[in-house]
């Protein structure tokens, strides 16, 4: 072989080498970032408070599935509202009507709910109204538009009671809660999920005056991008910490405490059937 044989073949081996190189530092790289799936939580508390109760819990998954998370928390819900409507997150921990809106939006499947019904519930201060029609035309602390306690007690109000009431909106139950207790609005609409959770001298200074009818909980769905197996395997290990004693306290901190699996036209469905859409509203934060 000649001298320029050999060159040319060094050359050969020299780029097929320096391609290797690239395709060993780029591929992983590439499927570590397909691996990464964000994880979004509906902020009805504090951005603290969300990450102290799920990231544990996502460590604990991440660990049983081998896949990885990142769990990302908004400022407000209808942040939140904005980025599973674009499809922005992988998975999401949602209201009832959210996961309407996200099915409806994106077509993300519901995985898990808790067995436990959810109901809206609207409080006063200990001493404050025992009569709904003491709520006409007074404003009413809500955590956002859309939020469903804020859908639902609206649409009750008026169709059950014809009261008309001047939302306000607070950005997180734990604010409503609050502002009730300082008098600065007269009455607010939580879930009850979320007022069980507040401190006990939160509790006690709040009167529960009204509570809708019971409908399936706050589910964990995924973008139908998420491939099946993973959401499977996934909705499994989810399921399964209710075997041991640690996963049931991690399940009992997110408000999971009796999981199950969650199916759209069993447990959402039948909310379109109660035209929340019309009380839907637009806030620009």
């Known amino acids: ?148 306690a804020t859908l639902y007690i609206r649409a009750q109000l008026w169709e059950r009671y014809g009261l008309n009431i001047r939302p306000v909106y607070l950005k997180t139950h734990s604010n409503v809660f609050l502002h009730v207790i300082a008098g600065n609005v007269i009455a607010g609409g939580s879930v009850r999920a979320a007022f069980d959770s507040e401190p006990p001298d939160v509790q006690k200074q709040l009167r529960i005056l009204f509570e809708t009818p019971p409908v399936a909980p706050h589910t964990l769905a995924a973008h139908p991008r998420v491939p099946a197996r993973l959401r499977e395997k996934l909705t499994v290990a989810l399921l399964g910490l209710l075997e041991t004693p640690e996963g049931r306290d991690m399940l009992k901190t997110v408000r999971l405490p009796n999981a199950m699996r969650a199916d759209y036209a069993r447990d959402y469905a039948p909310l379109e059937k109660l035209k929340l859409e019309k009380y839907l509203a637009v806030e620009r934060d």
């Open 1 to 148: 072989m000649t001298e320029k044989g050999d060159d040319m073949r060094s050359i050969r081996n020299g780029f097929a080498a320096l391609l290797a190189c690239l395709l060993a530092l780029t591929l992983p790289v590439r499927a570590a970032d397909k691996e990464v799936y964000v994880f979004s939580v509906v902020p009805q508390f504090t951005a603290a408070q969300a990450f102290r109760e799920w990231q544990p819990l996502l460590n604990k998954l991440a660990t049983e599935t081998g896949m990885a998370f990142k769990l990302k928390i908004y400022d407000s819900i209808p942040q939140f509202e904005s980025a599973f409507l674009s499809g922005e997150v992988d998975f999401a921990y949602m209201s009832p009507y959210h996961a309407v809106m996200a099915k409806r939006a994106q077509a993300y499947v519901p995985l898990v709910r808790d067995a436990k019904p959810l109901q809206g519930i609207l409080m006063v201060r200990s001493d404050g109204p025992r009569e709904l029609a003491a709520l006409e035309d007074q404003p009413l602390g809500f955590p956002a538009p859309n939020a469903f």
